[in-house]
């Protein structure tokens, strides 16, 4: 009887160390995660910290959805000179990832943006909106679309390290100039005759984004919108003129 009991006991120790073995890897994060910068310099600084740790807490609670190993995340962030963030890609991050992109993504799209590489672009993206006004105005008659580009004004990496697993993160911001945008995705859908014209009419009075059908928007804008459900650029809008040539 007491060899018995004695098997029992030393079956059911048995489960329960097999069972504590198993269960840490039953769906828990990868643990604390390490993440290094290189000091920053005036060119290329370092990301902010509250960015950092959002990424780290990212890769700590979804890190196991990759291959242990190296991996190099490369995103994008496009931002307008009102702050506003216009779009947030990452490259590098699979397909069997999907929540610790998704992630990723949210972490970019809250963080902050350091005043004074602002401020630069700010003023890059003005002087480059003024050449190509003026390039604009020398084709007076033959409008053409002209596309601003934008300004990259933050450059950073950060290491994160967790057991076997580092990823690079590479991160750029990148000032983009509105207007250009607009065009941009207009272009893509099919009105590139309403483009073109609209990108004529901003280069000059009727330009101004006080005057429009809709506050903060130029009378262009309504001449565009009716451009695009005609097909044709109107002789008017609201009682107001749309020929500008």
């Known amino acids: 009887m007491y060899r018995f009991w004695h098997k029992v006991a030393a079956a059911g120790c048995w489960g329960c160390v097999t069972m504590v073995a198993v269960m840490p890897g039953c769906g828990s994060g990868l643990g604390p995660v390490q993440a290094t910068q290189n000091g920053g310099t005036i060119d290329h600084p370092n990301l902010p910290d509250v960015f950092v740790e959002k990424a780290k807490d990212c890769v ?12 190099r995340f490369d995103s994008t962030v496009e931002v307008d000179e009102e702050r506003v963030k216009w779009d947030v890609t990452i490259d590098g991050v699979p397909d069997t990832a999907p929540d610790l992109g998704a992630c990723l993504r949210i972490a970019l799209q809250d963080m ?3 005043e004074e590489p602002f401020r630069q672009g700010v003023e890059t993206l003005k002087y480059r909106r003024q050449e190509a006004l003026a390039e604009q105005r020398k084709l007076v008659g033959h409008p053409v679309v002209i596309v601003i580009a934008g300004a990259t004004i933050v450059v950073g990496e950060v290491m994160l390290e967790a057991g076997a697993y ?3 993160f590479a991160v750029s911001v990148e000032l983009i100039d509105k207007a250009s945008k607009d065009v941009a995705e207009l272009a893509k859908r099919g009105f590139k005759k309403c483009v073109t014209l609209y990108t004529g009419c901003m280069a000059t009075g009727l330009s101004n984004p006080f005057k429009g059908n809709h506050w ?10 009716r451009c695009q ?17």
């Open 60 to 71: 700590s609670e979804y890190g196991k959805q990759l291959e242990p190993g190296r991996h």
């Open 216 to 225: 903060s928007a130029s009378h262009c804008n309504g001449c565009l919108e």
């Open 229 to 245: 459900l005609d097909g044709v650029w109107p002789a008017e809008v609201g009682g107001k003129s749309c020929i500008y040539w």
């Open 166 to 168: 580092t990823i690079l």
């Open 112 to 114: 902050p943006i350091a």
